[in-house]
């Protein structure tokens, strides 16, 4: 099946610093990407739709301006949080699919992230 | 809005079958799925099932639908310890601005005993 990668598995930083999460479609162009988060023993969150070449979509609830989304190209899409803080910490997790193909869609693996 | 609902948890013994369910409300939905998720980790597509569908079979993989109830089963065969893990059950419509988007289930604690 389709692979999406997620870049970094795992991150620990400090409260107030900005990470940036990246996600990429290994083997098909994703004209659409979801974010998601994760706490523990619990669902998945959408927090947003990026499509490609144009502004992401956002979750009600969600805020535009800390949870940065850019999808720049049809296998790239990336997910800044900015000024993080300890509630931020979570499990984001992407996943991509290619229109035309709506009957699948692949998941990344996930990216921790602890801040303290 | 869209509710999918699963039991949270399920145990069985090695070599029983496992039939884990979901019920959800949108009759519009197009797809449904089944995602496994192990610790740690990010979710794994195990099957999905078109609405005009009745029944997909994949190996030891069995999905049943039951439009009119909206019901979905996931039943897996010989099952291993190896599945222990929880799984998601996903629906998701084809149509305009939610085109692609899942809406997913709280997961179900699949627990295997040796």
């Known amino acids: 099946g389709a692979v999406v990668s997620q870049h970094p598995s795992r991150v620990i930083c400090k409260s107030g610093t900005s990470v940036k999460i990246e996600c990429r479609s290994l083997?098909?162009?994703?004209?659409?990407m979801f974010w998601y988060r994760q706490f523990p023993k619990q669902s998945l969150m959408l927090m947003a739709t990026?499509?490609?070449?144009?502004?992401?979509?956002?979750e009600q609830g969600v805020e535009k301006d800390k949870f940065l989304i850019n999808h720049a190209s049809l296998t790239l899409s990336t997910l800044t949080v900015t000024s993080a803080h300890p509630e931020d910490s979570s499990f984001y997790i992407c996943?991509?699919?290619?229109?035309?193909?709506?009957?699948?869609?692949?998941f990344g693996p996930g990216t921790r992230l602890l801040v303290l | 809005g869209e509710d999918v609902e699963q039991s949270l948890f399920l145990s069985v013994r090695e070599g029983d079958s496992s039939v884990i369910n979901c019920t959800y409300t949108d009759s519009s939905s197009t797809y449904l799925y089944w995602y496994k998720q192990e610790p740690g980790a990010g979710l794994q597509l195990l099957t999905y099932?078109?609405?005009?569908?009745d029944m997909k079979q994949d190996q030891r993989l069995t999905v049943l639908l039951n439009k009119k109830d909206k019901h979905l089963s996931l039943r897996i065969a010989d099952t291993q310890t190896g599945d222990s893990a929880i799984y998601f059950c996903?629906?998701?419509?084809?149509?305009?601005?939610?085109?692609?988007?899942?809406?997913f289930g709280r997961g179900t604690q699949l627990t295997v005993w040796p």
């Open positions: 083997d098909f162009q994703a004209t659409t």
């Open positions: 099932i078109f609405s005009n569908m």
């Open positions: 996903a629906e998701s419509m084809y149509r305009g601005s939610t085109l692609g988007r899942l809406y």
């Open positions: 996943s991509a699919f290619s229109r035309g193909f709506y009957e699948t869609q692949y």
């Open positions: 990026s499509n490609e070449g144009s502004k992401a979509t956002y």
